[in-house]
């Protein structure tokens, strides 16, 4: 079998150490509920300490205005992740308890070919951009836009894609010229804490430039956001937490990027394929067990059909086989730790408490003794209000809501605090853009469509988020504007 990829160590200025204190806290498998080794447990000083190293490194070297250079560091990471390949993996699957499978995409092979879009722009975006000479108050001025990074960027991150995400955030800041303290989720720190020691030991990229901070107290997340040599946080994790962030940085006011919740739902008009409809909530809710921010974990179906929809989703989850990640054949793995467990289990009890039916599953798999398990679920028969209709729930399951038409199935989509996703079904591709154009979400699925990807900007409206991550959209985040006007003599 193939060795993990561990680090006890934090990357602070260039050099891997550990946590000021000595500290350290164990890493679980969530499959086996194993330890399977530790990870450094950063201090306050340990925060101080990565924050001025990349405050210096941004301050002090040309690494905000040396692009190619910049591109060729990229280059250099994308190269190493792609060398232990095979490790990574094991680790992925180790740490987050995700689907071997799931590494051949969202949780490895895909961001990890997205470092190269990001090294792509950094050489080749427009930083300036001409205005020309204009008659002003002043005289004639000859004026331009540049575009400059924004600084220390803090990255804050989840524990579901953790190498996704880390990338996603990562990647672009680096492309832009920013500097990076990176901070991993406390239950997958070798995801950050590893790719630290690749950038230190077979990346070019300078001492400061890449920072990586582990730990298991949110306080780390905390003191990087209200430090004041941060010039941004990008955070990706639950709308509550993106609201202390934002109460967090006022005071200094940085700028923040927010990546949150969702409870996006897949709207299946009265002409769809019912049995297409029902392999994408399948699809959505067994696919790394439904820790996703985008998926569409509501089905709105029409009235009277809910029972033909969920016997054929109930058909789909019987071929789709649960248990260990480390199976090239398992589609559903653990949740990622015992909390998340019961707070999947908690609102299956609130449906029942509030009159839903649990169609399909409800609880732990019988045969799943040992690792934090649910069962696919599918709830059907809640009023608009329920909990689990309202809430991020974060588990394999589904609930089901019933339309009476086009309008009243994109009121149900809308009616949400949320909106980071959805997907309209319909045998009319114009009447399925008809009603995906009233979804006020920042991404939507026409039809089975897929817009994941390192090209796409991604993120939410609502209390979804602010801003976007991925493609120019996501690089330009990093970016602030300087307008530059020189006076033109004669
Ligand atoms: P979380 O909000 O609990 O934690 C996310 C990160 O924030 C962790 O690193 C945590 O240590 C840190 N943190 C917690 N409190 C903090 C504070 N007060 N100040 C600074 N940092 C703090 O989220 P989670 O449970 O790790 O992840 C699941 C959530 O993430 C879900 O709500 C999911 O929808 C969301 N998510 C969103 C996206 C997206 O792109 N929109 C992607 C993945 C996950």
Redesign the pocket.
């Known amino acids: 079998m193939t060795a993990l990829m561990s680090d006890d160590r934090l990357l602070i200025d260039g050099k891997l150490v550990p946590a000021s204190d000595g500290g350290t806290y164990e890493n679980i498998n969530p499959a086996t509920e194993q330890v399977i080794g530790v990870a450094a447990d950063a201090t306050a000083d340990d925060v101080n300490a990565a924050v001025a190293a990349a405050r210096r490194a941004f301050d002090e070297t040309d690494w905000s205005t040396n692009h190619a250079f910049r591109a060729k560091c990229l280059r250099q990471l994308q190269a190493a992740l792609l060398k232990h390949a095979d490790e990574w993996r094991q680790t992925i699957v180790a740490e987050v308890g995700a689907p071997i499978l799931l590494t051949h995409s969202a949780q490895f092979d895909v961001p990890v070919a997205g470092v190269e879009f990001a090294a792509n722009l950094a050489e080749t975006y427009q930083y300036r951009q001409e205005l020309g000479v204009a008659d002003t108050v002043a005289g004639k001025s000859n004026r331009f836009v540049l575009r400059e990074p924004v600084g220390v960027v803090a990255a ?6 953790p190498i996704q ?1 880390q990338l996603a955030k990562s990647a672009p800041a680096l492309a832009a010229g920013c500097t990076v303290v990176l ?1 991993g ?2 239950a997958t720190p070798w995801s950050a804490s590893v790719l630290g020691r690749l950038v230190a030991e077979e990346t070019d990229i300078p001492a400061g430039v890449f920072n990586v901070l582990t730990s298991s107290r ?1 306080e780390v ?2 003191a990087l ?1 209200e430090h004041p040599d941060v010039d941004m946080v990008s955070f ?6 993106g609201k ?2 934002m109460v ?1 940085a006022a005071p200094t006011l940085k700028k923040v990027f927010l ?4 409870k996006s739902a897949s709207i299946v008009l009265d002409d769809a394929d019912m049995g297409v409809a029902a392999m994408v909530s399948a699809f959505n809710i067994t696919a790394h067990s439904g820790q996703g ?1 985008a998926i569409q974990s509501r089905a709105i179906v029409p009235r009277g059909k809910v029972d033909e929809f969920v016997e054929q989703v109930g058909a789909m989850l019987a071929g789709i086989k649960q248990g260990d990640p480390t199976d090239p054949s398992v589609m559903v793995g653990p949740l990622c730790s015992e909390a998340q467990r019961q707070r999947v289990l908690g609102y299956i009890q609130s449906a029942r408490d509030e009159g839903g039916t649990i169609a399909i599953g409800g609880g732990v798999p019988a045969d799943l003794p040992v690792g934090y398990y649910v069962e696919p679920t599918v709830i059907t028969g809640l009023a608009p209000d329920a909990k689990a209709v309202r809430e ?1 729930i ?1 588990g394999p399951v589904l609930v089901v809501q019933e339309h009476d038409g086009d309008d009243h199935a994109i009121a149900l989509a809308n009616d949400s605090i949320y909106g ?1 996703s959805g997907g309209v079904l319909s045998a009319d591709n114009e009447r399925a853009h008809r009603v995906a154009a009233k979804l006020r979400t920042g991404t939507v699925s026409v039809n089975g469509g897929m817009w994941y990807g390192a090209d796409v900007p991604f993120g ?1 409206y609502k209390q ?2 602010i801003g976007r ?1 991925s493609g120019v959209q996501g690089f330009e985040e990093y970016l602030e504007l300087k307008a530059v006007a020189e006076g033109v003599t004669e």
């Open positions: 804050i991150v989840p524990w579901n894609f995400i901070k989720a406390p949110n997340g905390q956001v990706t994790g639950s709308t509550e937490t202390k962030i967090a990546e949150l919740g969702g921010c991020e974060f980071l939410g979804s988020g991550e």
